[in-house]
């Protein structure tokens, strides 16, 4: 919550006077059963990346653990989910009660989101899923966008070389060009996803081909941390929307 909070924090200041408000869980038990909610979550899980159709099957131990971190137990940190299904999901989760047309809903979750690509016929995680809610994901931020190539080659070097854990050794070598987890970079760049979220509700398209805009579609960790951090900024055509969201424009996309 300390990394949301902040986030949340960073973003107030960049859209006053939008109101932001947290709401620490879309699901209530007296909204739906436990058991068939966990089910749901479960048979989302993403097992094979190259079968679009493979999912994990429902079992105690897996739906168990799901209830854990719908009761705030654990974390599901790194553990995939199909992002469109998720977000129908949490549609059914959310139900009536928070579908109030100014309101924009973003989920966030530490989650791993994957959607499927039919370029290559594969499943890609995603550091965010647009529509209603939208999703973002924290552990997208860690692991969706691609680590600088020389990363790679390293990694494939030491590996031959037989070296065991290389992550440490890489993060030395690598250091602030990748985000890691409880990096203190995060909160800014979540900020950044939070921004597109908010562009795609208003029907506006929440990507930008400026590398110095935090609409940036980054696929590379250093672009984001580039558009995220080092820039932060929004580019004068979107800062010029933002104006006219922040001056009251109303909410296009969902049904007035």
């Known amino acids: 919550m300390p990394l949301v909070r902040d986030a949340v924090s960073l973003l107030k200041e960049r859209i006053k006077p939008i109101r932001v408000k947290i709401q620490k869980e879309c699901f209530s038990g007296e909204s739906a059963d436990l058991d068939d909610v966990s089910s749901a979550f479960v048979r989302l899980r993403v097992v094979d990346p190259a079968n679009r159709d493979a999912r994990a099957i429902d079992s105690f131990a897996l739906r168990d653990f799901e209830k854990r971190i719908l009761c705030g137990i654990s974390r599901a940190r790194g553990v995939p989910y199909e992002g469109v299904g998720l977000m129908k999901l949490y549609q059914r989760l ?3 009660i928070h579908a109030i047309p100014e309101e924009v809903l973003i989920v966030l979750t530490d989650r791993l989101i994957m959607t499927w690509s039919d370029d290559d016929l594969r499943f890609h995680a995603r550091v965010a899923v647009f ?18 190539r020389e990363y790679y080659l390293a990694k494939q070097a030491l590996s031959i070389q037989g070296v065991g854990d290389v992550e440490p050794i890489l993060a030395r070598q690598f250091e602030g ?22 562009f795609y509700a208003y029907n506006i398209k929440p990507f930008c081909k ?47």
Not at 177 to 195: A, N, W
Not at 215 to 239: R, T
């Open 94 to 96: 959310i139900g009536t």
């Open 131 to 148: 529509g209603f809610p939208s999703i973002v994901s924290t552990s997208g931020i860690v692991e969706a966008p691609a680590k600088p």
């Open 177 to 198: 060009r990748y985000v890691e987890p409880d990096d203190d970079r995060t909160k800014q760049i979540l900020r950044g996803y939070l921004l597109q979220c908010l």
């Open 210 to 256: 400026d590398k110095d805009c935090a609409l940036f579609n980054a696929h590379w960790q250093e672009e984001m941390i580039h558009a995220q951090v080092e820039s932060g900024k929004l580019c004068a055509k979107h800062e010029a929307l933002l104006d006219k969201i922040t001056g009251g424009l109303p909410v296009k996309w969902l049904p007035q």
